[in-house]
C-alpha cells in the first residue's frame, strides 16, 4: 500500500522566505503526487500534481514541486512566502491503477511578518 | 462554474442518533469520495461512488454508508453515533473514471460533525 510522509507537523518562515515543504512517498510504480492546500473552515484546495512528463510542475499562487523518483519525493516549494500562504498543506499519492490517494498527515505552515 | 456543495456546514448530533450528510459535485463529475478528517487520524478515506456505485471502500464499520444517485449528488449515512465520530467530513469530486488521466480531486468545505 503507499504511503506519503510529510516531514514536519509545523514549519515556520518569515515572510518573504523560501517556504521547503517535505514530502516523500513509498512506491515501486510511478505514482500520480499532489499537494493540496487547507485554509481554516475550508475543504482542500488543488495545488498542483505530478502525472506524467515534466518533473517540474508549477502551481497555483506562485507554488511549484519537484519530482525525483531516485529518491522517493515531492517537495513544495515557494521562493517568497507571503502572509496568505499561512494553511496546512497536504501532500498525496497515489498508483497501482487505483485513483484514490493516501494523504499524508499534513504540514501546517506559519509565516511571521 | 459551482464547486462542490455540502451541506448542512455544521451538525451537533447525541450519541446513538443517525445523521445524513449530502453533497452535489460539480457538474460533470460522476466520481463522488468521502474522508474523514480529524486531528488524530488526519485524512481517512470512505468510500468512492462512481455512476451509483460505490467503486472503493476504506476501513470503517458498517455504521458508515454511502449511496450515490442519477444526478451524481451523493449522501453518506452514520447510524448509532459514537463519540468518536466527531470529525470534519469531506466530499470530493472529480473527473476521474476507469481508466486514463488522474485529474484530482476537488474538495466542498465540508460538515463538520460534532458527537455530544
Known amino acids: 500500500a503507499q504511503s506519503v510522509t510529510q516531514l514536519g507537523s509545523h514549519v515556520s518562515v518569515s515572510e518573504g522566505a523560501l517556504v521547503l515543504l517535505r514530502c516523500n512517498y513509498s512506491?515501486?510504480?510511478?505514482?500520480?503526487l499532489f499537494w493540496y492546500v487547507q485554509y481554516p473552515n475550508q475543504g482542500l484546495q488543488l495545488l498542483l500534481k505530478?502525472?506524467?512528463?515534466?518533473?517540474l510542475v508549477k502551481g497555483i499562487n506562485g507554488f511549484e514541486a519537484e519530482f525525483k523518483k531516485s529518491e522517493t519525493s515531492f517537495h513544495l516549494t515557494k521562493p517568497s512566502a507571503h502572509m496568505s500562504d499561512a494553511a496546512e498543506y497536504f501532500c498525496?499519492?497515489?498508483?497501482?491503477?487505483?485513483?484514490?490517494?493516501?494523504f499524508g498527515r499534513g504540514t501546517s505552515l506559519i509565516v511571521h511578518p | 462554474k459551482a464547486g462542490v456543495t455540502q451541506t448542512p456546514r455544521y451538525l451537533i448530533k447525541t450519541r446513538g442518533q443517525q445523521v445524513t450528510l449530502s453533497c452535489s459535485p460539480i457538474?460533470?463529475?460522476?466520481?463522488v469520495s468521502w474522508y474523514q478528517q480529524t486531528p488524530g487520524q488526519g485524512l481517512q478515506f470512505l468510500f468512492e461512488?462512481?455512476?451509483?456505485?460505490?467503486?472503493n471502500k476504506g476501513n470503517f464499520p458498517g455504521r458508515f454508508s454511502g449511496r450515490q444517485f442519477s444526478n451524481s449528488r451523493s449522501e453518506m449515512n452514520v447510524s448509532t453515533l459514537e463519540l468518536g465520530d466527531s470529525a470534519l467530513y469531506l466530499c470530493?469530486?472529480?473527473?476521474?473514471?476507469?481508466?486514463?488521466?488522474?485529474?484530482?480531486?476537488?474538495f466542498g468545505s465540508g460538515t463538520r460533525l460534532t458527537v455530544v
Open positions: 470530493a469530486s472529480s473527473l476521474n473514471i476507469l481508466t486514463g488521466t488522474n485529474y484530482g480531486y476537488t
Open positions: 512506491s515501486s510504480v510511478p505514482p500520480y
Open positions: 505530478y502525472t506524467t512528463g515534466a518533473t
Open positions: 498525496a499519492a497515489s498508483s497501482g491503477g487505483s485513483y484514490i490517494p493516501t
Open positions: 457538474s460533470g463529475h460522476r466520481s
Open positions: 461512488y462512481f455512476s451509483e456505485t460505490q467503486r
